[in-house]
């Protein structure tokens, strides 16, 4: 059993940037793929990003190749989304989601446990 805590959002200007955390309880976690969603008002849940067990394979959404990376500290039971030059596009609920297979998967279905998510704002 995993439980996710995401933290870090907020309200930020155009421009700005946010790190995100997804904080894990259970020893195992380090064996866990990760993955970031986000859902706007009135839209369904898309992915954002996500990263293997070791940290070593990253995908990441088209709308956010070059400005968001993904990062785990295994140590800290930790999965970081670091968000650069956001736009009003990536206001969202972001959630934090972890699998038991170790992969890297851009399908929610894959996924077993999820967090409460965070919220982020961007303003114009």
């Known amino acids: 059993q995993v439980q996710l805590v995401e933290s870090g959002g907020g309200l930020v200007q155009a421009g700005g940037s946010l790190r995100l955390s997804c904080a894990a309880s259970?020893?195992?976690?380090?064996?866990?793929?990760v993955g970031w969603f986000r859902q706007a008002p009135g839209k369904g849940r898309e992915f954002v990003a996500t990263i293997t067990w070791s940290g070593a394979t990253t995908y990441y959404a088209d709308s956010v190749k070059g400005r968001f990376t993904i990062s785990r500290d295994n140590a800290k039971n930790t999965v970081y989304l670091q968000m650069n030059s956001l736009n009003p596009e990536d206001t969202a609920g972001y959630y934090c989601a972890a699998n038991v297979n170790g992969g890297a998967y851009q399908t929610q279905r894959f996924y077993q446990y999820w967090g409460q998510g965070t919220q982020v704002t961007v303003s114009s």
């Open positions: 259970g020893r195992t976690f380090s064996n866990y793929g």
